[in-house]
């Protein structure tokens, strides 16, 4: 239905913060900087703010507007920002799963459900970082769960060095029958969601 596409790479902060170099070894790796999470957070910002006005109802708009201007133009700096309600919009969500931080403040952000952070966790859980490919095999997920109806509408969110930030948006053209797709998890989908907790526990030695 819609992709918004947003690039960061005009700021040296978000065009170093993930680099590709030889230390002083020769090896060559990837660096990540400092100043990641807050690169990425600007850049999942300006993409949400393109994106919201696509896909969210009216009224969510206007309450997005009507704080931006009390804060903006009359400076009442004691009201908080709106965060739009994006389940509003979509009934599922496949976003980037780098890592346990990345879901983490996206599931607080945007004030997502653990059903809706599900097929990002088991992904990360089961295949590991796989970076912006992780998004198809959430989606996959969520179809192995027979969750996917005709009419449901999904959000994809994947970050990137560069640093870049890209949104696409899917509306479900059927309801999708598990039994009849060829699916990475559909030998193993009963065995999910396991318990994943969020805080890793360290034993003293």
């Not at 969510?60 to 931006?68: A, G, I, N, P, R």
């Not at 009390?70 to 599922?92: G, Q």
């Not at 996959?140 to 930030?165: H, L, N, P, T």
Request: charge should be positive.
């Amino acid at each position: 239905m819609h992709t918004v596409r947003t690039h960061k790479g005009s700021d040296d902060k978000a065009y170093s913060c993930v680099f590709q170099k030889e230390d002083d070894t020769k090896r060559v790796g990837v660096a990540l900087s400092k100043d990641l999470m807050a690169v990425a957070g600007e850049a999942l910002k300006t993409n949400i703010t393109t994106l919201g006005p696509i896909v969210l109802p009216m009224s969510e708009q206007l309450l997005f507007f009507v704080t931006l201007v009390a804060r903006k133009v009359f400076k009442m700096k004691n009201i908080k920002p709106y965060i739009p309600d994006f389940k509003l919009a979509f009934e599922h969500f496949c976003i980037h799963a780098g890592g346990r931080a990345v879901l983490d403040e996206m599931e607080k952000n945007l004030e997502l459900s653990d059903w809706h952070m599900e097929p990002s966790r088991m992904t990360l859980y089961r295949f590991g970082n796989t970076s912006s490919s992780s998004l198809w095999y959430e989606l996959a997920y969520s179809e192995a769960k027979g969750r996917v109806r005709r009419g449901d509408r999904m959000w994809q969110i994947a970050f990137g060095s560069g640093f870049k930030c890209n949104s696409a948006v899917w509306r479900a053209l059927r309801t999708v029958n598990p039994a009849k797709e060829q699916n990475p998890w559909i030998d193993e989908i009963d065995q999910f969601p396991v318990d994943v907790p969020k805080v890793a526990k360290c034993k003293a030695s």
